[in-house]
């Protein structure tokens, strides 16, 4: 399988340099109304009211940047270090009893090297605005709040000067300060309690409005500074994201990492964790992510195991795990993860639904749902009258239960295992399209999310489903045919057989562009890459 990982990976890397160009270069651009990822923009914006203190400590009184040792200070965020430094602790925990022969620690000396929390609590790192998404595709967990809207941070070192764009001290060959660590702050689009005058704005405003903006905004013609204060204007889509609409943080941290050796090839695992805010308490506490099956819980408590049956394959839920609109109840569900990165194509232990199904790794029994399990499932719901569009076999319920937890989304089309690492602006030329912003998960669906933004501007009833996180739903539109993220130059696609009974009915509609042929990465799966047929 390695052999393919490789190859896939190689792949990826040529990928990146053929992204859509950043919005100063191509007015079509895909995030256009639906994520601010203009370098120069975000740089005026950390620099304002959008630094990460303003945001967390806004009765902060000084205007100085945040370190990411005075963050970890504040009341609030101090479950945050706590949580972080248990997930450490269990992390070396389970490495000494598994792969005893492997040192672990910080540094290249060891096998496995760990991430250095040094930086973390200290002066010498801060986190920098890097993106801001608008996530109204997601009201369907609080339709009340029209979604959500996400500021992205990344942790940065200090000791390497914020000269900023194009300065000589950030030109060829310097390095990133970067370290590979964000912190997503996701607010309520609108809130749902009393607060400042401008928080009473935006709570009468209402879901059509505040999509309105969005919208509006991808058709200026402005770049930098000025993108930034039109932004944050009385008009603007950021005027009303203030710190009170605070809902939750989530963490992505890439925890440890091992080159390729003579015994493995090379691995990262990423650390995931969430933190919602209680505005009792005023602090951030420990929460399980959503969707995170826990998969080792679930499969050792055979009560669980059950219930965890029963309810996912009602066939209510079932339709929501098919649409990707489900909310797993709490209790099934873990409070972090680690995603392995890379994954291959076929099923593998490292992929977080693994073993749940009979016969994937693991003996007859002690799995959680049988094919006939599955089967039964399918046929309950059609005959109720549930439409399924997308698991229409074992192998779409398999997949879809990998990609609607945390781990298994970010390891699908994701850059290692980040879907937003964001534009590095510390760097002279951010705009250089082989600095890749978001990975092709990201741009695959902003179709579909501006098309549910669009959906609330003219008063619709937004459809809030998504496709695989292999390939996008496209909802009509053709502005994805023939690039990597629907049917062109490496884009996911099935293998067919010849006859067209044999074929999975979850994955017939994953062709490739003319002159493309899908091409399989492992024999144990009929999901390939789409390359130029073989002659």
Known sequence: MWRHVRFVVAVFIL???????????????????????????????????????????????SDAPLTSGELFDLPSMVPVRKALDAEFDRYLARHKANLPNESIGVGTAYDFQLFDRAPLYSGQARFVLAGIVNRMDRAYVSEANCGEIRLIYRLVRTDIKDVGIGAPEAGEGAISPRLPMTLNIVLKAKRDNKGNDAAERGKALACAEIARRWLASGDWPLTGAELAEKLISEDGPLDLVRPENIDRIETNTQIAHAPKSAVRDFRTDYLFKVFDYNALSQAFEESPLENQIDRDRIMADEKLKGDFKAWLLDPRHLRELDRATILIPDRFLATAAIGPTPVGFAPSPLQPEFGLVQGEGNAKTGAVFSESDVEAALKKAADSGEELRNIRSLAGFERRLNDVTCSGCHQTRGIGGFHFPGVDWMVADPNNSTIVPASPHFFGDQVRRRDIVTNFRDGGHPDFSHGFASRPQLRGSTELAGTQYDDGWGAHCYVRHPAATDNDASFTSWSCAEGLACQPMDKASRIGMCFIGER
């Open 15 to 61: 990928l990146s340099g053929v992204l859509p160009p950043r919005p100063a270069q191509c007015a079509a651009a895909l995030e256009r109304g639906t994520a601010i990822i203009d370098p120069a923009a975000l740089r005026a914006l950390d620099h304002g009211r959008f630094g990460l203190g303003h945001v967390l400590a806004p009765a902060r009184v």
